[in-house]
């Protein structure tokens, strides 16, 4: 186990260290020594403060996130600013994830009939058909970037495939999604954020239309009214579908991506995927990627966490990527082991009201698509070094370049 203590001048959300490595070191460091732990942001004015309380043990993630005296609204989800140019985070403040109740309440029970079992019903059959067109394009090419030529495709797909979207416009959705995601990397930030304007106003004239016409697809049974009256208007659709494009895409496809290169490190594990299937892969999967490796909460009151009082208004970093790997809760935890059971991760969160709301069509893709890169995708072998994205709070892998094998 490390010995050396963090330094206190670590900023565990700058998005160089997560560009360079995701701090497990640190992290266990701190679950042993300081589990809540001062976090400073030298750099950081946009919340009025210096900084905020960073939790890195399982049970007290788990234990804030399942709390009601805490709030998304007073100082969004994100533990910085996303968008340099929203000092004031309006750009985030209507989204699901930033949302208190009883606001928060409404939309989430409007949007979850995005995943019901009507919703998701036959949906299998359909990801499997697209995972094997983005498979056989792939091992067609022969080499290529694993992110950009598998993993970034099917999730982006199931959304648009639920809302009705056309598939002539994925290619923009997915230039929007990683200038959205991307957002501290230069290889994807717009200086303007123009990828937000343009996909919100893409979504509301889908919800508008579908707001007149009812066509039969989940975007028409999110914005007609229901039984009860209740329905999404066309902005907080477009906010919704924001949302889904950038958070549930997201992290879905760092989770591909991440569990390739874990089963490529692995070669005993991919064996066993390829041979036996355990049921308990996809938890490991996302376990081992954790691609939210941080979201904040405030303080709605006094409020004392881990032997520590946070005061009313102070934020603590949530630290999902370290309860995940707590040698309290995990067996052996940096042991990349798909038959882990049982396997209590929080990377959907830890239950709660913001428990995340596509948490089974991430299973749904995560199997669909590893069950077809083991059957088509059998000799794959890296051939570069993984390049990580720039970010405060996600664990992504930007590049993973990599032979397909040909077999």
């Known amino acids: 186990?490390?010995?050396?203590?963090?330094?206190?001048?670590?900023?565990?959300?700058?998005?160089?260290?997560?560009?360079?490595?995701?701090?497990?070191?640190?992290?266990?460091?701190?679950?042993?020594?300081?589990?809540?732990?001062?976090?400073?942001?030298?750099?950081?004015?946009?919340?009025?403060?210096?900084?905020?309380?960073?939790?890195?043990?399982?049970?007290?993630?788990?234990?804030?996130?399942?709390?009601?005296?805490?709030?998304?609204?007073?100082?969004?989800?994100?533990?910085?600013?996303?968008?340099?140019?929203?000092?004031?985070?309006?750009?985030?403040?209507?989204?699901?994830?930033?949302?208190?109740?009883?606001?928060?309440?409404?939309?989430?029970?409007?949007?979850?009939?995005?995943?019901?079992?009507?919703?998701?019903?036959?949906?299998?059959?359909?990801?499997?058909?697209?995972?094997?067109?983005?498979?056989?394009?792939?091992k067609r090419d022969g080499t290529g970037d694993f992110v950009i030529d598998v993993a970034r495709h099917l999730p982006l797909q199931a959304i648009v495939g639920l809302m009705g979207i056309p598939d002539h416009d994925r290619q923009q959705l997915f230039d929007w999604s990683d200038q959205m995601a991307g957002s501290e990397d230069p290889e994807y930030a717009s200086t303007d954020q123009s990828g937000v304007v343009e996909m919100f106003a893409y979504a509301h004239a889908a919800a508008e239309a579908r707001a007149a016409t009812d066509l039969g697809d989940v975007t028409s049974r999110l914005v007609q009214p229901d039984a009860d009256g209740q329905r999404l208007s066309s902005e907080e659709f477009a906010f919704f579908f924001m949302i889904l494009s950038v958070a549930g895409n997201e992290t879905t496809r760092q989770a591909i991506t991440h569990g390739m290169l874990a089963f490529l490190q692995n070669p005993d594990q991919w064996e066993r995927w390829r041979t036996e299937r355990p049921a308990t892969a996809v938890d490991e999967i996302l376990r081992w990627a954790s691609p939210a490796v941080v979201l904040q909460r405030t303080a709605s009151e006094d409020t004392e966490v881990a032997g520590r009082l946070v005061g009313k208004g102070e934020r603590v970093g949530i630290y999902f990527a370290s309860a995940n790997f707590d040698e309290e809760v995990f067996v052996d935890p940096r042991r990349f082991d798909i038959g882990r059971s049982p396997n209590p991760h929080v990377t959907f969160g830890a239950g709660g009201s913001h428990f995340c709301i596509g948490a089974n069509l991430s299973r749904l893709e995560l199997r669909v698509m590893f069950d077809v890169i083991a059957d088509e995708l059998t000799g794959t072998t890296l051939i570069g070094e993984p390049r990580r994205l720039r970010s405060s709070w996600l664990n992504g892998i930007k590049h993973l370049p990599v032979d397909y094998g040909g077999s």
């Not at 995701?22 to 950081?44: G, K």
Request: charged fraction near 25%; include cysteine.
């Open 1 to 138: 186990m490390p010995s050396t203590p963090v330094d206190a001048r670590l900023d565990l959300s700058d998005p160089d260290l997560l560009a360079d490595h995701l701090p497990l070191d640190e992290f266990a460091w701190l679950r042993r020594n300081q589990p809540i732990r001062w976090n400073p942001q030298p750099s950081m004015a946009a919340y009025g403060d210096t900084g905020f309380w960073a939790l890195t043990r399982h049970a007290d993630v788990t234990a804030v996130t399942r709390s009601l005296g805490w709030s998304v609204e007073a100082n969004s989800a994100f533990v910085r600013r996303l968008d340099e140019s929203d000092p004031t985070g309006e750009s985030t403040k209507n989204l699901l994830l930033c949302m208190d109740p009883p606001r928060h309440t409404r939309v989430r029970r409007v949007g979850n009939r995005c995943f019901t079992p009507r919703a998701l019903a036959g949906l299998e059959d359909d990801l499997r058909e697209r995972a094997h067109r983005i498979v056989w394009a792939a």
